[in-house]
């Protein structure tokens, strides 16, 4: 895994990694002398914070710019490597046999402790059939400091039924070399790019049209710079598009992609969005938006706002959404609790890797319906605005006349309020209690009901803490604002409330 080790081979923008670790993976960023040194210097920038030791200024004299203060150096040619083909990678991971002393490593201790050699049974069957490449259906070389995939006509040949390929975190950064690739091995479906720093400039997107899953995690792409109406063809049969990690803030970058006809899974985790559409550009307007997605991962976004919620709708086949881990689902961040989530979803089945069965999606529904009606009262304009889906929902679940009805009827019979709660003790030093089933006013205070809970089970000194646990949700819902009434609270008729202690 040495590669070339001459000062001529380097070039600026060049991928290379440290010659004895392949993990160890940066950019050229100069060549040239360093004051107070003698001879030629690589200066290599990183993609690890930490890997070096300065940011390109070194004894204050400035050669680059470095990633972070401490992602550059400066290196010696012979200890960095432009890194091997993907042929020898593929020869070092599946056609290298083990060397006597690594034989010798694999035993396990008898009752006396003394080493035993073990031997995988099939081992060599295994390994006969991986060591013929031409038989290999999937190449897993993440890692392995492949800098060039060295494309020839005999690829084809070499590779005829490879139809996965695992890249990830070596060398390469040059669409023209993936184009031709994919063009030489008609039978790979799947490509795995991640931790490669590819090029802005995508070319070559045409040889891609056979690939089925492109995974993108954390290549630096920016899409709106580098795709084009005519790139996008490369990809009218990509059915999963990964592109997580890569840092995409605004909405437009990930509209350019929207089009593509059969794009069914779009992963954009820990990217850094905080909005579905921006605030100049409208859902509504958006010809046929991603018209087959069906699965949208946003996890660990920056997303707090429910018109990015209400936007998702838009989609004509999305059913599985993921957004954990951003402000809208955090409730210590202002945001909303899964039933709104669910509610306002309009054909969401799977939310947050849990499935919304249909009785969830009627309780949280109507549940939503109420709350918006207890805190807006008869504000029709307000409600219209702020939630779009609240005059369709108390039409198909037959709440129409509650609005009027329960502003008229709570201050003069109270019983027309009650709903009915189950409540289940389970703190550690509550003991072992039965649930409790009864009818109370949803007007009352969260306090109120704390203060109802130690007395029926007797739990004077303990400092209470109520959860409400959903039915499809896989953790319970804290319930903390004590001066809420149970109706604003999200608490509704037949629900459960784990009552718990204050840790």
């Keep these: 895994m040495s590669g070339e080790s001459s000062t001529e081979s380097f070039e600026i923008g060049q991928r290379v990694h440290s010659l ?116 290999l259906t999937s190449a897993s070389l993440p890692f392995l400091g492949v800098g060039s995939l060295g494309v020839s ?14 890249l990830t975190g070596n060398l390469i950064s040059d669409w023209e070399e993936i184009g031709a690739l994919c063009e030489h091995l008609p039978a790979l479906t799947t490509l795995n790019l991640s931790y490669n720093s590819m090029s802005s400039e995508v070319t070559s997107l045409p040889q891609l049209k056979n690939i089925r899953v492109l995974v993108l995690n954390n290549t630096g ?15 009218n049969s990509l059915r999963l598009l990964n592109l997580e990690d ?128 207890s805190k807006f009262s008869n504000k029709l304009e307000e409600i219209e605005l702020l939630h779009p889906r609240f005059n369709e929902l108390k039409k198909l679940h037959g709440l129409d006349d509650e609005m009027a009805s329960a502003e008229n009827t709570r201050p003069k019979n109270i019983a027309s309020g009650l709903i009915s709660i189950t409540l289940k003790c389970v703190g550690p030093s509550m ?18 009901l704390k203060s109802l809970c130690e007395n029926l089970f007797k739990l004077r000194s303990i400092k209470l803490r109520l959860f409400l646990h959903e039915e499809g949700s896989p953790f319970p819902t804290p319930i903390d604002d004590e001066t809420s009434r149970l109706l604003d609270a999200g608490i509704y008729d037949g629900c459960t409330l784990l009552v718990d202690e204050e840790s």
């Design 431 to 448: 003991g072992e209690k039965p649930p409790l089933t009864d009818k109370l006013p949803s007007s009352i205070t969260v306090k109120k």
């Design 20 to 135: 004895n670790d392949p993990r160890r993976v940066g950019t050229v960023k100069y060549v040239g002398g360093v004051e107070g040194y003698s001879g030629t210097w690589i200066g290599v920038d990183w993609d690890n914070d930490g890997d070096g030791k300065h940011d390109g200024t070194f004894n204050g004299v400035f050669y680059f710019n470095g990633r972070s203060q401490t992602s550059a150096s400066f290196v010696r040619s012979e200890k960095l490597s432009r890194g091997i083909t993907l042929i020898q990678a593929l020869e070092l991971r599946y056609q290298t046999t083990s060397t006597k002393d690594e034989e010798d490593e694999m035993y396990v201790l008898s009752a006396k402790n003394k080493r035993v050699s073990i031997k995988l049974l099939g081992g060599d069957k295994i390994q006969d059939k991986l060591s013929r490449l031409e038989e």
């Design 246 to 373: 890569n840092c995409i803030s605004e909405w437009s970058e990930v509209l350019k992609l929207s089009k593509l006809p059969c794009l069914e899974n779009l992963y954009l985790n820990k990217n850094k969005l905080s909005r579905i559409f921006n605030d100049n550009e409208s859902p509504k307007k958006v010809s046929d938006p991603f018209p087959s997605l069906r699965c949208l991962l946003l996890g660990a976004n920056n997303i707090g706002d429910l018109a990015s919620i209400d936007a998702l709708n838009v989609f004509p086949k999305l059913v599985d959404i993921r957004l954990s881990d951003n402000p809208i689902t955090d409730l210590a961040r202002d945001g909303v609790p899964r039933y709104v989530l669910v509610a306002r979803l309009t054909k969401v089945q799977v939310l947050n890797g849990s499935e919304v069965r249909a009785r969830e999606k009627k309780e949280s529904e109507i549940r939503y319906v109420r709350m918006v009606m």
């Design 153 to 166: 006509s005999d690829l084809g040949s070499v590779l005829p039924n490879l139809k996965l390929l695992d």
């Design 221 to 235: 792409l920016s899409w709106t710079q580098s795709t084009s109406s005519s790139d996008d063809k490369a990809f």
